[in-house]
């Protein structure tokens, strides 16, 4: 059936780095836009990032700018989440989720805490 | 940056009964306006795209209408597992979604 797996996620300090995975199955991989979207403790949805189909083309929130980078490797189904100069207001649940027209399959998350 | 503010953001309603959560854009988005359901400890799932067309599978219960800026999502005939977060999420500039309205059953 059509998935999306996260990996990756874990307790990091501060400053830290920390890589996000997401693997996609029972579907052509490359069809699709892909985005990372977060969900901090007890809050709402909030979209940081998306990637075209190739990956020549991305896009990020303001939060995230300039410390997040996304990649995909198509031959793989993935999609990556690079995370530096994390703080603590990056503790989150992150989700990937395939985007056409609207995010219709979304990944069970990763939980990322930020916290010396 | 689009800003989507929904209302209420809690409702407490019966079963059988009818609810309506309004959408509001800072500015127009046409009708790149989705509708989600979360339910709790889930991860988000369609509900309706580009306004008010339903995602495959989903009950007929759940409609959407509006356009431009103000847009509302209508559940019919509430169940207990209808009880869950529900946002809002414009795609006309990047993406936003509203800051959630918590329906409780």
């Known amino acids: 059936q059509v998935q999306l797996v996260e990996s990756g996620g874990g307790l990091v300090k501060p400053g830290g780095s920390l890589r996000l995975s997401c693997t996609g199955s029972?579907?052509?991989?490359?069809?699709?836009?892909m985005s990372w979207i977060r969900q901090a403790p007890g809050k709402g949805l909030e979209w940081i990032s998306y990637i075209s189909r190739s990956g020549d083309m991305f896009f990020y929130a303001d939060s995230v700018k300039g410390r997040f980078t996304v990649s995909r490797d198509n031959a793989k189904n993935s999609l990556y989440l690079q995370m530096n100069s994390l703080r603590a207001d990056d503790t989150a649940v992150y989700l990937c989720a395939r985007y056409l027209e609207a995010f219709d399959v979304w990944g069970q998350g990763a939980m990322v805490t930020v916290s010396s | 940056e689009i800003v989507l503010t929904q209302s209420p953001d809690f409702q407490s309603v019966t079963p059988k009964e009818k609810v309506t959560i309004t959408c509001r854009a800072s500015q127009s988005v046409g009708i790149a306006l989705h509708w989600y359901r979360q339910k709790p400890g889930q991860s988000p799932e369609l509900l309706i795209k580009y306004v008010s067309q339903s995602f495959s599978g989903v009950p007929s219960k759940f409609s959407g209408s509006g356009s431009g800026t103000d847009f509302t999502l209508t559940i019919n005939s509430l169940e207990a597992e209808d009880a869950a977060m529900y946002y809002c999420?414009?795609?006309?500039?990047?993406?936003?979604f509203g800051q959630g309205t918590k329906l409780e059953i």
């Open positions: 999420h414009q795609t006309s500039d990047l993406h936003t």
């Open positions: 029972g579907f052509t991989f490359s069809d699709y836009y």
